[in-house]
């Protein structure tokens, strides 16, 4: 009988990706993929520590995963497991403990073997949407950023072989594909010739069939106008998540961050500029060591003025080795958690205000999941969750959708399909999407 193993992954979208490799590897060496840690042989975590309640959470899900399944062996990577190697060791159950730096050989280390991974399928793997790791580690030094001190340098793959990849892909079923990284926008700097992620998002819009090629986060200062002419191409989706972390330019300038306000500023008007109804996303630090209420204010204003249609929020949590930590005027824990609280409630009604005014259109939408009552769940190309109840299968299927009213956290959508019976409007919530590194 094939061993069988359980892959599970905490944080952000590049632990999602290297989670599927992973998977799709283990499959390669003939192992059995479960998905229920229950009756795995194996079981892997791609834990996550960029902030204080990753780590704990990257702590607890190991345990608890023991307590679940006390034969099980467990092996642990990603960035937890990096920074705290000997904690992770002496928890019960743990036998592998691999850091970061050493991931490509997780399935090595277990079976013992390689072999090339299995084909990626929509689902298969845990999404319907592929997630692409292009590039990893960062040479930028934000003073309160674990992530780079655990992730190494920057590194990225090969343009040519990536761009392959994709139209692998696209074979496979996908139609759409998330380039994502640590530090996606300095994609290609280290390779020789040097090449960038316009270069290497333009080569994917150019020479592979991918319905939808979605970017993850690039820090503004990577942005410039040739990336940003991408978006004359539809088949880009309309969403640009740019991290902010703090709307003060004396925060910023604490922060270690080479941006100021005014350009942050000048940019998403440029985005628009190129994209009207693009969504730009983002991530603040609330409560940095020396906040004012001023600079808080200050950045209240700025997403007022962005007008975001996401926003992820995290009050700031001390990462040991990060210069940060160093820094006086400790803002008080709660006073760090009502700032948050502030901006994300902001944050919501920004986000109803920016679906608001797709209403009435007709947007073409991938359907991801469908629920046990029937509705199904979808994305738009600018990042809108759409339900809809169709009679037919809409599984990992791009259709134009009217979108009929503002449900909570998403819109109701119509499938417009010769044929399909049209939608039914209904007041389920939406799972938020998840955060992660893009701190
Ligand atoms: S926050 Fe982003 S850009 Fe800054 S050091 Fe961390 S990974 Fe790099």
Redesign the pocket.
Known sequence: MSPRVYLEFLGCRLNAAETEGLARRFAGVGYEVVDAPAVADVIVVNSCAVTTQAARSSRRRLRALHRENPNAELAVTGCWATGAASQAAQLPGVRWVIPNIDKGAVVAEIAGRVADPAPWAPGRWGHTRAFLGVQD??????T?????LL?GPARSRPLTPTVAEVQRLVEQGAQEVVLTG??LG?YGRDLAPPESLTGLAGAILADTDLPRLRLS?I?PWDVDAALLRLWEDRRLCRQLHL?L?SGSDAVLKRM??PITVADYTALTDEARAFSEEIALTTDILAGFPGETDRDFRETLALVERVGFARLHVFPYSERAGTPAVRLPEPVPHSVRKERAAELRTLGRRLAADYRQQFVGQALPVLWEQQAPEGQWTGLTDTYIRVESRASRDLYNRITPTRLLAAGRDALIGEVLLPGSSGAGPSDEPDAAAASG???
């Open positions: 580690g960062c040479d930028h030094a934000c309160y950023c674990v992530t780079r992730r640590v530090s300095s986060s820090e991290p972390q270690g961050r590194c893009e701190v």
